[in-house]
Nanobody
Framework: VQLQASGGGLVQPGGSLRLSCAAS????????LGWFRQAPGKEREFVAA???????VYTDAVKGRFTFSRDNAKNMVYLQMNSLKPEDTAVYYC????????????????WGQGTLVTVSS
């Protein structure tokens, strides 16, 4: 599975962005997808995951603000990010796992390149 993330950019606090991740491969629907982020000087952290059937898991810091969805027909996943805060600033990575909607990075076999999200006034 090859992954291509996009949609990052500069947004003011309180604003919104939608990240997209395009996946190649005919077995896309067999994988759970996850988003991770890494802020400058910090370790990569889990953000959200979505399973084969659309079940979702979110880290507490983004619950109620971020929504993760997938379109298996288009091999796409989307992370809608609302009410963005400066602490959401990071490089965001999408990843694919055959182990379900897991939350640890070592359980993801495939990774895309990152897309930078900057929340600043």
């Amino acid at each position: 599975v090859q992954l291509q993330a996009s949609g990052g950019g500069l947004v003011q606090p309180g604003g919104s962005l939608r990240l997209s991740c395009a996946a190649s491969g005919r077995t896309f629907f067999n994988y759970a997808l996850g988003w991770f982020r890494q802020a400058p000087g910090k370790e990569r952290e889990f953000v959200a995951a979505i399973g084969w059937s659309g079940n979702t898991v979110y880290t507490d810091a983004v619950k109620g603000r971020f929504t993760f969805s997938r379109d298996n027909a288009k091999n796409m996943v989307y992370l809608q990010m609302n009410s963005l805060k400066p602490e959401d600033t990071a490089v965001y990575y999408c990843a694919a796992s055959s182990r379900g909607a897991v939350t640890t990075s070592r359980q993801y076999e495939y990774w895309g390149q990152g897309t930078l999200v900057t929340v600043s006034s």
